[in-house]
């Protein structure tokens, strides 16, 4: 099992599926409004430290130890320092992509899509040598209309676009978490590979 100070993957992975049910209830609770990707990508970061993640084995947008600098940067990294490289040694890392209720047109929707696809899961995939089983995508998915719970649930080149993301992540060996309304408009959290 990967492991970095004492901290393992799956102990990492438990973190972020805590913290992505804390932000489902404080969703739910309309304690929060997260317009930006980026409001996502700190809140988790902070649950992660409230739910006893250690701060110096949090990161947000670094580098990771065994790739080129100026390489890709990931959005949140549980790892250790490694001090004289500048760089994180990794057990999880977490990239983020959240679709918009409010303000995104279909067409920013399917460029957001389009990302997952053509960036982050990439980026994932770049690095299977170096953590093998420490990489996850999550989609915060905030899409609700009286036709649709979440942006996931319509298609991409007729097939479900949840569907065809999970033939994606699985063949890669990424794990999958799917945070989006259900039919009474709540959040919920899935791990779906």
């Known amino acids: 099992m990967e492991e970095s100070a004492g901290l393992e993957t799956q102990a990492a992975f438990d973190l972020l599926q805590k913290s992505l ?3 489902c209830e404080a969703f739910n609770r309309k304690e929060i409004f997260p317009l930006l990707e980026a409001d996502v990508t700190a809140y988790l970061y ?4 409230e739910n006893g993640c250690s701060p110096a084995m949090v990161y947000n947008e670094t580098r990771l130890c ?3 600098k100026g390489e890709r940067k990931y959005d949140l ?3 250790t320092m490694n001090i004289e490289h500048a760089c994180i040694q990794p057990v999880l890392v977490v990239q983020v992509k959240v679709f918009q209720r409010w303000g995104h047109s279909p067409q920013q929707h399917r460029r957001r899509f389009e990302g997952i696809l053509n960036e982050d899961l990439e980026s994932l995939g770049e690095i299977t040598d170096l953590l093998h089983n420490g990489r996850a995508e999550v989609v915060v998915d905030l899409v609700y209309t009286s036709k649709r719970t979440g942006y996931l649930s319509g298609y991409w080149k007729e097939e ?3 569907d065809y993301l999970v033939t994606q992540f699985k063949e890669r060996n990424i ?3 799917w945070v989006h309304p259900n039919a009474q408009d709540e959040l919920e959290v899935k791990r779906l590979t």
């Open 21 to 23: 049910q804390d932000f």
């Open 46 to 49: 902070h649950r992660l430290l």
């Open 66 to 68: 065994g790739m080129s």
């Open 77 to 79: 990294v549980i790892g």
């Open 160 to 162: 479900k676009r949840l």
């Open 175 to 177: 794990a999958l978490f």
